[in-house]
């Protein structure tokens, strides 16, 4: 209480020292020097019956668990109840309102004085356990804020793991749902992949008799001779043989085989009458009756023997392209296997791919349920330490009222056993206590509590035989709890590496707890990073190199109006193929092939080649061929070449010949080329390209030197050996030579013309000049050599340059 009534008019100490019991920080606190047990209860009640006071309130006050309000309150009623009976007594017992006047043995003021301090030291176990109460309610406050604030932030990573593990959750399913449709697609490739190779090999087993039956073919025509054709079971055998071929590819080359046969013979007609005439020839323009020759012809007995010539060739011919195309098929079998183990290769991978992002998936997953049960436990601990909290600091206050309580009592039985000698004694007076704020938020790792001053004023000083002031000074322990300790992580490590090189990988990098959070501090972050890497398609189209440098113009100039100007090109090599279902553009796309129009000035009729190019003749000698026609325009175009160009010729049909060595002699080729006498047989283009490899080789050639150039083929496009001339033409561009083709185009064959285009390469244009006859070929010499030479020297009286 603020006041206690007691003789006397001492002052107490004004200093409350205090220190903690057992050097605990949250324990109870104590006076320095140890108070004097009050009295018992028993001993209270024995004085009030030998004082005759009236104790009964005194007793009930101590029995009662009152607390502090309650007890000054029922105290009050008591002492005005006191104060009625008092007036109602006689005169005789009434008690002076002062206590300076109150006269007393040395036993009764020993007496006093004991009581006072009695009652003191009672005042100062009211504030020991005040103080201690609030320190230690403080302590267990400041406690429970913290376990409070660990809950909130457990709740929110819980939160936290909640959305994570949905995103996991999620994210598995969609790898699971992306996995499955890649097996479904995989499951279909291979079907697909598994019709496309059946229908190939039928394609082939059919390729493969037919190719049996071109045999027999070919055999059947081997025995023809004069006699033979007039049988009819040779043309029935044949017949019989041919309905026998089951692919469209080979009836139509059967077809086609007839027709040149019979072209074949009709060219021979001409070409005799050609050669009758060859002597006294001026040019390749004399006329002359096809009537006529076929009459002489039939009058000779050559159509015969022509025919079976013809078939002979045009039957072997077929045989090779039945043969080529059977290759070719069992080739585009292979490579769709290949292909298809490739597809199905990639589609593996991207399942794979999409496997391994399942399974990172549910790990996350997995880990995310597993940090949501530990979070859980966490928070569910946190909670029943809370409530453990909670009740021990209900149970704190309880104590401290039931004390607070008895030492009231203490108080109050002191002042009513004082009130029988001194009835009117002022005690001390005292005002509540203020506290200062704590000296320090939470103490840090090491460090020390906080303390917060507590001071009072004395109101009223104490009479006589009053009690003592209590001490005015205080302080309490504070800040006791730890300090919040947030989460301390390390920065990122480096991106690991993707998991995929495309169709979308994951990359991982982390980072390490440094310090964990306690004491209500931030949780830590997610030590675990992942991004998405390498999304492109594993399918990735090639890559191309650099422009290559522009080519020589491919004519010198326009040999007539209507004639096109001369081309010229730069190629894009591929350096880096196409990967999976990635793309590749073709040779003859605008990305990889340019080109430009050079050289439209016109050739004129007296202009002449200059130039030092190496040139070497082709012709065509075998069976179908109308060899006279090819001579007259290598004639033709040694005749207009400049002296200085080396230029050599060779046949090629069922064997392959030199005609004359490359040199600048020209009477001496010309001479060779009027005496050269056709090889005959098939024409078999592979022979005479390699024999023209030889002759470019360095140390075999004769007048060049081993200079590469530029090879002239005569051809009607249709060689019966088309795989080996490939090959043997893609061995002379390896070594720099110059493939160009004169080409008989009477048939408009697309096959021939196909071939030929493989011949030269891109661009065909370039590289070819097609003509409509034999005839034709031989009258215009021209249009070859204004392919052949680099530049042309016009004289004055010459027809005028096209711009």
Excluded at 220 to 241: F, H, M, T
């Amino acid at each position: 209480p603020a006041a206690l009534s007691a003789p006397g008019g001492r002052d107490a100490p004004t200093d409350l020292r205090m220190k903690p019991r057992s050097g605990r920080l949250t324990g109870s606190w104590e006076l320095m020097g140890r108070a004097e047990r009050p009295a018992p209860q028993s001993e209270v009640a024995r004085m009030c019956t030998r004082l005759r006071l009236p104790c009964l309130p005194a007793l009930l006050l101590a029995m009662l668990p009152l607390g502090g309000a309650a007890a000054e309150a029922l105290s009050q009623r008591w002492h005005l109840r006191s104060a009625a009976a008092a007036s109602s007594r006689p005169a005789a017992a009434d008690v002076s309102a002062s206590d300076h006047d109150v006269q007393l043995t040395s036993e009764q003021a020993d007496a006093v004085k004991s009581i006072n301090e009695k009652a003191l030291r009672a005042v100062q176990g009211m504030d020991q356990l005040l103080i201690s109460c609030a320190q230690s309610s403080t302590a267990k406050q400041e406690e429970l804020a913290s376990l409070t604030a660990e809950v909130v932030s457990l709740r929110a990573a819980l939160a936290s793991n909640t959305a994570a593990r949905s995103g996991a959750s999620s994210a598995a399913s969609m790898a699971k749902a992306r996995r499955e449709r890649l097996k479904d697609s995989l499951r279909d490739m291979q079907r697909q992949c598994d019709d496309q190779l059946a229908a190939a090999k039928r394609q082939r087993e059919v390729l493969e008799k037919d190719l049996v039956n071109a045999q027999k073919l070919q055999s059947i025509s081997s025995g023809c001779d004069n006699k033979a054709l007039l049988q009819v079971s040779w043309a029935a055998a044949l017949r019989r043989e041919a309905a026998e071929l089951r692919s469209n590819f080979s009836r139509r080359a059967f077809d086609e085989a007839v027709s040149r046969a019979q072209a074949a013979v009709d060219d021979a007609n001409r070409g005799a009458c050609l050669a009758e005439a060859w002597p006294g020839r001026a040019s390749g323009q004399q006329k002359y009756s096809e009537t006529a020759c076929k009459q002489a012809a039939m009058a000779k007995g050559t159509t015969a023997k022509q025919r079976c010539a013809a078939f002979s060739v045009e039957l072997q011919r077929m045989l090779r392209r039945v043969m080529a195309q059977q290759s070719q098929a069992r080739t585009a079998e292979n490579a769709l296997r290949t292909k298809c183990a490739e597809r199905t290769a990639v589609e593996q991978q991207r399942a794979k791919q999409a496997q391994q992002r399942q399974v990172e998936a549910s790990e996350d997953l997995s880990r995310s349920l597993a940090d949501a049960g530990i979070l859980g436990g966490a928070r569910d601990a946190k909670l029943k330490e809370e409530e453990n909290l909670q009740k021990a600091l209900k149970q704190d206050r309880k104590q401290c009222s039931l004390r607070l309580a008895r030492l009231k009592m203490q108080l109050k039985d002191a002042v009513t056993m004082r009130k029988t000698l001194v009835p009117n004694a002022q005690d001390c007076m005292v005002s509540d206590w203020v506290w200062s704020e704590c000296s320090q938020r939470c103490m840090q790792p090491g460090g020390k509590p906080g303390y917060k001053n507590g001071t009072r004023t004395i109101q009223l000083r104490p009479s006589k035989f009053g009690m003592a002031c209590p001490p005015t000074l205080a302080k309490m322990p504070c800040g006791t709890q730890p300090c919040p300790q947030n989460c301390e992580t390390s920065a990122w490590g480096e991106w690991g590496s993707c998991t995929a090189t495309c169709g979308g990988g994951t990359q991982t990098r982390t980072r390490t707890i440094l310090k964990s959070a306690r004491y209500g501090g931030m949780a830590c972050p997610s030590i675990e990073d992942r991004r998405v890497c390498n999304t492109g398609s594993c399918d990735r189209a090639c890559r191309l190199g650099k422009w290559s440098k522009w080519s020589r113009c491919s004519r010198a100039c326009r040999f007539d109006a209507q004639a096109p100007a001369g081309r010229r090109v730069r190629t894009r090599e591929v350096s880096a193929p196409a990967v999976g279902q990635g793309s590749c553009p073709a040779e003859t796309h605008k990305s990889r092939l340019r080109t430009g129009r050079c050289n439209k000035r016109l050739c004129g009729d007296k202009a002449t080649c200059v130039g030092k190019e190496t040139v070497l003749l082709m012709l065509d000698g075998s069976a179908t061929a109308n060899f006279t026609a090819q001579v007259e325009a290598a004639v033709g175009i040694a005749s207009r070449a400049s002296p200085a160009m080396p230029i050599g010729a060779l046949a090629y049909g069922g064997t392959a010949q030199l005609l004359a060595p490359i040199g600048t002699d020209r009477a001496k080729l010309l001479q060779a080329l009027k005496a050269a006498k056709a090889p005959g047989g098939a024409p078999e283009l592979a022979k005479g390209v390699f024999l023209a490899k030889s002759i470019f080789l360095p140390g075999l050639a004769a007048a060049a030197s081993g200079t590469p150039g530029t090879v002239l083929l005569l051809t009607d496009g249709a060689p019966v050996d088309f795989d080996e001339s490939l090959t043997a033409a893609k061995e002379l561009h390896a070594i720099g030579l110059r493939l160009l083709v004169g080409m008989m185009d009477q048939a408009k064959a697309s096959t021939a013309r196909r071939q030929v285009c493989r011949l030269v390469g891109k661009p065909c244009a370039a590289y070819v000049e097609a003509v409509n006859s034999w005839e034709q070929l031989a009258a215009q010499p021209w249009r070859f050599l204004s392919a052949l030479c680099e530049d042309l020297s016009f004289p004055k009286t010459g027809v005028a340059a096209a711009p």
